[in-house]
C-alpha cells in the first residue's frame, strides 16, 4: 500500500538530548513537510522541502533541523535548543504542482522526561 | 503571509443534524482550499477539497462553499453520525506553497 510511514509512534526525550523522527513515502511525492500540533493550535509548518537536498525554513523552525538526501525520506530532529519539545509531530508529503492536497503519516508523539 | 481562522472550535449536535464550520482566509490569491478530518491519535485525511474556479464541491453528505468576494469558506456535514465526531481542518494555499491551517473545530455527534 501506498502511503506514509512515520516512526516510532511514541518518543521520549531526556533533557539536553537530541531525538530523531523518521518519515518514509513511497508516494512518489516530491515535497514533504515536517508540521507540529499543539492542542488548541492547529497545525504550524516547522520545515519542508520540494526537492532532494533542499529545505525551507517554515514558521517555527528554530530548535529543529532536516535533511533530504533521498525522495522518501525527511527525518526531522528535534534539537536540544526546543525548550518546549513535548508536541504530536505531523510529517506529510504531496506533488509539487498547483493545488494538491498533502498526505499525511500518523504521527509521532514526542514527551520530555 | 497567508491567515485562516477556523469557527467554531467547538460544535455539538445531535446525531441526524448538520453541522456547518467556517473559515476565512486574508491572502486574496489563495486558490486551494482543502478540509481535513482527524481522528484521535492519527494524522488528518483529507475529506474534500475546492478550488478557485469553483463556488460549490459535494460528496455524499459532505459539501464545501467558497465565497471569493468575502474570502471565506465552509464545510457542510449533511445528516450527521457518530461516526462523524472528529477534529476538522480547513486549509488554504497558493499554486504549490505549502497549506496554512485553521485551529480546527471539534465535531461532537450526540447520538
Known amino acids: 500500500d501506498g502511503g506514509i510511514t512515520q516512526s516510532p509512534k511514541y518518543l521520549f526525550r531526556k533533557e539536553g538530548q537530541n531525538v530523531t523522527l523518521s518519515c518514509e513515502q513511497n508516494?512518489?511525492?516530491?515535497?514533504m513537510y515536517w508540521y507540529r500540533q499543539d492542542p488548541g493550535q492547529g497545525l504550524r509548518l516547522i520545515y519542508y522541502?520540494?526537492?532532494?537536498?533542499?529545505?525551507q525554513k517554515g514558521d517555527i523552525a528554530e530548535g529543529y533541523s532536516v535533511s533530504r538526501e533521498k525522495k522518501e525520506s525527511f527525518p526531522l530532529t528535534v534539537t536540544s535548543a526546543q525548550k518546549n519539545p513535548t508536541a504530536f509531530y505531523l510529517c506529510?508529503?504531496?506533488?509539487?504542482?498547483?493545488?494538491?492536497?498533502?498526505?499525511f503519516g500518523d504521527g509521532t508523539r514526542l514527551s520530555i522526561l | 503571509g497567508e491567515n485562516v481562522e477556523q469557527h467554531p472550535s467547538t460544535l455539538s449536535v445531535q446525531e441526524g443534524d448538520s453541522a456547518v464550520i467556517k473559515c476565512t482566509y486574508s491572502d486574496s490569491a489563495s486558490n486551494y482550499f482543502p478540509w481535513y478530518k482527524q481522528e484521535l491519535g492519527k494524522g488528518p485525511q483529507l475529506i474534500i477539497d475546492?478550488?478557485?474556479?469553483?463556488g460549490e464541491k459535494k460528496d455524499q453528505r459532505i459539501a464545501v462553499t467558497l465565497n471569493k468576494t468575502a474570502k471565506h469558506f465552509s464545510l457542510h456535514i449533511t445528516e450527521t453520525q457518530p461516526e462523524d465526531s472528529a477534529v476538522y481542518f480547513c486549509a488554504a494555499s497558493v499554486g504549490n506553497t505549502p497549506l496554512v491551517f485553521g485551529k480546527g473545530t471539534r465535531l461532537s455527534v450526540i447520538a
Open positions: 508516494l512518489n511525492h516530491d515535497a
Open positions: 522541502s520540494q526537492i532532494v537536498n533542499d529545505f
Open positions: 506529510a508529503s504531496s506533488t509539487v504542482n498547483s493545488n494538491q492536497p498533502q498526505h
Open positions: 475546492i478550488r478557485s474556479n469553483v
